[in-house]
C-alpha cells in the first residue's frame, strides 16, 4: 500500500518559535496533501488541503498565517506552525491523497506530537 | 451543517465476543465513506464504501453502507485483545474526509 511519512514525530519546543512538520509519499506522487490536528481524546480535525503547486486552502477558523504550508513537490508538502504557544501543542497528522479512478483515498502518516513549553 | 455521529462512543467486550460500530452522517456532496482502525498514532485505513448494500469483509471485519438511510456499520466478529482501538468513520465531502469522533472498542482477555 502506499506510504506516508511524517517528521519529525515528536518536536517540543519554546513558546515563540516555529517548528516545520514535513509530510512525505513515500512511493506515489501526491496532487493533493491534508493536514489535521488531533487534540486528545478528539477526533480528527482537518486545518487545510494542500495542493501541489497551489496556495492551501484552509478550514474556517484555522488562521492561515500561522499554519504557513507549502506544497512544493509531489512528494513533500510542510506546516510550519509560526510563533508556537502551549495551545498549539497537538498531534498533527497529514495524509496524501492516492489518486485510483474516479474514488479517492487518503494514507496517513504517523504523525507528529508537537509540545509547546 | 455538516454532522457525523459514531455510536457508542465506547464499550468494552471479552475476547470472542462480537461488536457492532455505528456511524451515521449528513454531509453534502457525499462521495464515500471510509472506515479507519486508530491505536497509538495515526489511523490505519479499514474500508472504503460506494455502494449502498455491498458489504466489505477482511478477515473478522466487515462493513456496510446505506446511502438512503445515511448510515454505515462496522462489524467485528471473535474479537481479539489486538482489535483494542478507535474506529472512526470519515464520509468524503467534496473531496474531504469529515472524521466522527470515534467508537473506542476495549477487548478484555
Known amino acids: 500500500g502506499a506510504v506516508v511519512s511524517q517528521h519529525p514525530s515528536w518536536v517540543i519546543c519554546k513558546s515563540g518559535t516555529s517548528v516545520k512538520i514535513e509530510c512525505r509519499s513515500l512511493d506515489f506522487q501526491a496532487t493533493t496533501m491534508f493536514w489535521y490536528r488531533q487534540f486528545p481524546k478528539q477526533s480528527l480535525m482537518l486545518m487545510a488541503t494542500s495542493n501541489e503547486g497551489s496556495k492551501a486552502t484552509y478550514e474556517q477558523g484555522v488562521e492561515k498565517d500561522k499554519f504557513l504550508i507549502n506544497h512544493a513537490s509531489l512528494t513533500l508538502s510542510t506546516l510550519t506552525v509560526t510563533s508556537a504557544h502551549p495551545e498549539d501543542s497537538s498531534f498533527y497528522i497529514c495524509s496524501a491523497r492516492v489518486p485510483t479512478s474516479a474514488i479517492y483515498e487518503q494514507y496517513f502518516g504517523p504523525g507528529t506530537r508537537l509540545t509547546v513549553t | ?109
Open chain 2, 1 to 109: 451543517e455538516d454532522k457525523v455521529v459514531q455510536s457508542p462512543l465506547s464499550l468494552v467486550v471479552h475476547e470472542g465476543d462480537t461488536v457492532t460500530l455505528n456511524c451515521s452522517y449528513e454531509v453534502t456532496n457525499f462521495r464515500s465513506l471510509l472506515w479507519y482502525k486508530q491505536e497509538k498514532k495515526a489511523p490505519t485505513f479499514l474500508f472504503m464504501l460506494t455502494s449502498s448494500g455491498i458489504e466489505k469483509k477482511s478477515g473478522r471485519l466487515s462493513s456496510i453502507l446505506d446511502k438512503k438511510e445515511l448510515f454505515s456499520i462496522l462489524n467485528i466478529t471473535a474479537t481479539q485483545t489486538g482489535d483494542s482501538a478507535i474506529y472512526l468513520c470519515a464520509p468524503d465531502s467534496w473531496g474531504k474526509f469529515q472524521f466522527g469522533a470515534g467508537t473506542q472498542v476495549v477487548v478484555t482477555p
